[in-house]
């Protein structure tokens, strides 16, 4: 093995088709690092444009007049510095070594990848994994009525369309009474409303005198219904839409319930319709197809650019 000279210097070498860290020696002449980097970047010596750059400073040429007697410690090297090497070729005389589509390989038929015994496919059949799992079946349905019977519960909140502050998280608090006055008065928010066995609080919130005279407050996630508003979760998401399907969507993976929204504004990646399948109508790139657990119902209004600046403020 042939030792490195203590005066190399590790350089980041980056081209069109690599990157890799290589070590240059300061006694090279720019003619033979070109010819050194021909075999690790694929670009002819006579068709390579070099530049160094140095931490945030402005890239330097790594050119002469005479490549053969300009020797590379004439220019400000440094370890880990980043060396550049551009193609100059016009695009259809490059080799496109990242393009695998043209290169000879044998593929496998898919009949004989089944008959093997050394196979993935072959030790997950074994291991009765994913579809071979005689169960299988049974799980994935409960998933999917699991997650039904979550939307179907959201769907039928009675106060969906009631309360227009954010409610409160639940809760739970032992009551004396179920009269609604006894129920404000012992929480302190004044009353706004009875409708049947709920009672409506003017500071936001629902309540439900249960028979075991306990306060049941619901939180905002538990009602999802078509044309509801809703914020998406996390905060940090931001964008407001309104529920335009609730349901199945076979063409996305994954088992479970969808929330078609259309958005305020054209940040989705679809217009309500997944691969060629139409679930409701929105503008180009308004709809969105989220999780139950990442809606947040309630009174969301459409945000406005004063809302953004005022935030700014």
């Known amino acids: 093995m042939a030792l490195q000279s203590a005066a190399d210097v590790p350089l980041l070498i980056t081209s069109p088709n690599s990157s890799s860290e290589r070590r240059i020696s300061p006694s090279w002449s720019i003619a033979q690092l070109k010819a050194r980097l021909e075999p690790i970047t694929g670009v002819p010596a006579s068709c390579q444009q070099l530049s160094l750059r140095v931490g945030s400073q402005d890239a330097v040429a790594i050119s002469a007049v005479d490549e053969k007697q300009t020797r590379l410690a004439a220019f400000p090297l440094q370890p880990y510095a980043e060396m550049t090497v551009v193609d100059t070729r016009p695009s259809a005389a490059r080799t496109d070594f990242t393009d695998l589509s043209s290169v000879t390989k ?3 038929p ?10 993935v496919l072959a030790w997950k059949k074994a291991q009765k994994l994913g579809r071979f799992d005689p169960d299988a079946p049974s799980i994935e349905q409960q998933k999917i009525r699991a997650s039904e019977r979550e939307v179907e519960e959201r769907a039928n909140c009675p106060f969906q369309h009631a309360a ?13 009474s179920t009269m609604a006055s006894d129920v404000s008065s012992q ?15 003017a500071a936001g919130g629902a309540a439900r005198l249960t028979s075991s005279s306990r ?11 078509l044309h509801g508003r809703v914020r998406l979760l996390p905060e940090t ?11 199945l969507v076979p063409e996305i993976p994954g088992i479970g319930v969808w929330i078609g929204v259309t958005l305020d504004e054209p940040t989705g990646k679809n217009d309500g319709s997944i691969k060629g399948k139409r679930y409701f ?22 945000l406005d650019m004063g809302d953004e600046d005022l935030e700014e403020l």
């Open 106 to 108: 044998y593929e496998m």
């Open 110 to 119: 898919a009949a004989e990848y089944e008959h093997r015994s050394d196979s």
């Open 164 to 176: 227009a502050d954010p409610w409160h998280p639940w809760i739970q608090t032992s009551m004396a």
């Open 187 to 201: 929480i302190g928010l004044p009353y706004l409303k009875q409708i049947d066995n709920f009672v409506l609080m």
């Open 215 to 225: 306060l049941l407050w619901c939180e905002p996630s538990a009602c999802l219904a």
């Open 237 to 247: 998401d931001a964008r407001r839409g309104t529920i335009s399907y609730i349901g």
């Open 281 to 302: 109508e929105c503008g180009k790139n308004c709809g969105a197809f989220v999780r139950p657990e990442r809606c947040e119902a309630g009174d969301f209004p459409p």
